[in-house]
């Protein structure tokens, strides 16, 4: 009886396992169809306004789950040069992670390329929802790469803390 009780402990652990593997990396990630005209947006230094680059090869993934598992790939022809002159730098930047399968968006590499300079990383959008900003990081060789990430104030208000100076107030006073 024993010997019968132990084999159904460790199916049990093995299909709790592979069922919480496939929920965190699988399951709660959709593809994202992109429509070619306005997937990657920049904020422009001029109007403060997220604004469109021209980009090609666009693929992303998100989750209801969170607000900060949006990841994307694109390409684009557009220089460095010209975007640090035209777009708002995002001093900031830490790329999360992706799921394996999801292999266009390798966040390790992403996060060198941008500590060497061969990445700059650029404000998508501030607050595209309360405390949460699209980042957009692009590689010399005109790869790019978008991800959702927590601003300060997020960060602060998040941990329960109150809303700090310059913050704008959380929606429903959270």
Request: charged residues 25%.
């Amino acid at each position: 009886m024993g010997k019968i009780l132990s084999v159904a402990i460790l199916l049990s652990a093995l299909v709790a396992g592979v069922a919480l593997y496939y929920l965190q990396v699988y399951a709660f990630y959709d593809e994202v169809p992109g429509n070619g005209r306005d997937d990657v947006r920049m904020t422009s230094l001029e109007s403060g306004e997220p604004e469109v680059i021209l980009y090609d090869d666009f693929r992303a993934i998100d989750s209801d789950s969170s607000p900060i598992r949006y990841r994307a790939c694109f390409s684009t022809g557009s220089s460095h040069a010209m975007l640090s002159e035209t777009y708002e730098a995002y001093e900031r930047a830490e790329p999360r992670v992706a799921p394996e399968w999801f292999d266009c968006f390798d966040a390790e590499a992403i996060g060198a390329a941008l500590e060497q300079g061969s990445a700059l990383a650029f404000l998508g959008q501030k607050d595209i929802e309360y405390g949460i900003d699209r980042v957009v990081a692009v590689t010399e060789d005109g790869r790019g790469y978008v991800w959702h990430q927590i601003n300060p104030c997020g960060e602060v208000v998040f941990d329960g803390q109150p809303v700090p100076e310059g913050c704008p107030e959380p929606p429903n006073g959270n």
